[in-house]
């Protein structure tokens, strides 16, 4: 066993070393960020998509009030941030509208099929999941499909950004924002059933942690931590590669976009902070024991569901300028509107999707759970 968790801790020096190394410094650290958010997420067992189900169905509040903790005191000092250093830092924030609802709300029904959103899907797929694995190639694809048709999307109407700092000032908008998590907050204890209400100890360390990563991610990266733009960037450089034509397109046109576009994912804050989560999954589920056996095979339409819900994990994500943790956690944390709206159209959606899972993936015999969802 000891053996085993040496080489966990070897690899994951290996990895950041490795990052310093290729790419300097920030690279190194945004890897490590990222390793911290896979171990937190897959070690602690702290999940989006999973708490979500489990206020629906089971009355059970632990989870969520654990996400909103996380959120506020990510907010308590990353709105204080964000005013300090303006021209340094830059919020999660993105316009309400039409394409962006719909996909928020879509989003929601996907992630309860493959069981994860984005942060979920990336977790899910490192420690070994092979449903998370097969939905991650699925978000991948989708995640560039969007960034093709974004255009059409915004074109279909939205409002200007809106901040809640913006609105009411810092001051107010940072209260606002943590008045809003306790009032949400408040209405997940009361649905709750009695010992489903309050988080563990392992969830309230869990939700310290992701904070601290969090203002972590948004000092060293100068943006929030997201899963998103990282993904669909991967899609494009493998569809460049396969002969695609990039520059005809808008979103990958534009000149920030074609800078990472022609240049090593390694200088991608996005794409550094995934590989670290992917590799910080994978390193956690090692530490515990060695690999489970192979999962059961679902049946053939049912993996082609997963793909399926996956690339409209990616491609809705898009639409919706981001997941569970680019437009929930980051998009609320940094004071943005449209964060608030996402939660509500995806929570929505997730509701939904609950009932959609069991009529699409059938299993061939029972499946042995695995991942965070």
Known sequence: ??????AVIAGGVALVLASFAWAGPRAAFLVAIGLGFGLVLEGLRFGFAGPWRMIVTERD????????????????????????????????HAPVGFGMILGAFVFGMAMQVVLGCGSGTLVNAGS?????LVALIGFIAGSFAGTLHLDFWTGLGSLPVITLQGAL??????????????????????RAAPGKRL?????????????????????????????????????????????????ATAFWASAGNAER????????????????????AFLAMRWRRAPDAPPAALTMPSWAAVLLAGLVLG??????????VGAFF????????????????????????????PVLLVARQPVPAGGVA
């Open 1 to 6: 066993m000891w053996s085993r968790r040496l």
């Open 61 to 92: 509040a632990r989870g969520l009030v654990a996400q909103l903790l996380a959120i506020g005191a990510t907010a308590a000092l990353a709105l204080p941030l964000l005013a300090a250093a303006p021209g340094e830092l830059s919020g999660a």
């Open 128 to 132: 070994g999941n092979m449903v998370g």
């Open 169 to 190: 000032g810092d001051t107010g908008g940072l209260a606002l924002t943590l008045a809003a998590l306790a009032l949400v907050g408040y209405a997940a204890i009361r």
């Open 199 to 247: 988080p563990p100890l392992r969830l309230w360390v869990a939700a310290g942690l992701i904070a601290a990563l969090a203002l972590l991610n948004l000092v060293v990266a100068g943006q929030p931590w997201g899963i998103v733009y990282g993904l669909g960037l991967w899609g494009a450089k493998v569809a460049q590669a396969g002969g695609a034509d990039l520059a």
């Open 261 to 280: 576009l022609s240049a090593s994912i390694l200088t991608d804050v996005t794409s550094l902070t995934n590989i670290g989560l992917i590799a910080g």
């Open 315 to 324: 491609y809705t994500a898009r639409m919706a300028f981001g997941c569970n």
């Open 330 to 357: 980051s998009g609320i944390s940094t004071g943005s509107l449209h964060g608030w709206v996402w939660f509500a159209a995806a929570f929505g959606g997730s509701m939904i999707g609950l009932n959609l899972r």
